[in-house]
């Protein structure tokens, strides 16, 4: 026990000074946006901070191209070893945060599977999801009939928030984008 004591202290000291470390000016954890996810959890975005993400936004009632977004975070993870699957995170932000309740993503979770240990749907407040979608260089807009006009993308975040690649190869596998997300694991973690 008394050879664990020192372990653990290195390891809560190794904690707060990554806490303490400013962000890179470029970080898209430097916005101020407040997430809420399917199971009522609020988190900020920095809060993600310290693990690779693998970051989209769609909307659940979405009927075309947010399904098959979902299926390629899906299919990419998957492409990954399971010892680099388990250093990432996924994360898709509503671009409708009116109808995206945590009850509406909770239901969108389990009607697609997707493990809530793996899968992050989350809402924020549509000014911030303004925000976070032209920070990561997504653009969107609302028709009349309450649909979405919207880029589809996957992007690829390192552990402090910065962009590392992207891909717009939706509904099949992009091995570069793969290979990015094994070079962005594969980092040591500052």
């Given at each position: 026990m008394k050879r664990l004591l020192p372990l653990f202290a290195m390891?809560?000291?190794?904690?707060?000074?990554r806490a303490a470390t400013p962000l890179p000016g470029d970080s898209v954890y430097n916005l101020p946006v407040q997430l809420t996810d399917q199971d009522g959890r609020r988190q900020t975005l920095a809060e993600r901070r310290g693990r690779p993400q693998l970051v989209t936004m769609f909307y659940t009632s979405c009927q075309m191209v947010c399904p098959m977004i979902i299926d390629s975070l899906r299919l990419t993870r998957n492409a990954l070893d399971p010892a680099?699957?388990?250093?990432?995170?996924?994360l898709a932000v509503s671009f409708d945060p009116a109808k995206d309740d945590v009850a509406t993503l909770k239901s969108y979770a389990q009607k697609r599977k997707l493990d809530p240990r793996i899968w992050t749907l989350a809402r924020a407040e549509p000014a911030q999801v303004r925000q976070l979608?032209?920070?990561l260089g997504l653009q969107y807009r609302q028709l009349p009939d309450g649909e979405f006009n919207h880029s589809s993308e996957l992007i690829l975040l390192d552990a402090d928030g910065r962009i590392a690649a992207r891909t717009t190869r939706i509904g099949k596998l992009d091995a570069e984008f793969v290979e990015a997300i094994r070079k962005v694991v594969a980092q040591p973690q500052s």
């Open positions: 390891f809560l000291l190794l904690g707060s000074a680099t699957r388990a250093r990432i995170d996924l979608s032209g920070v």
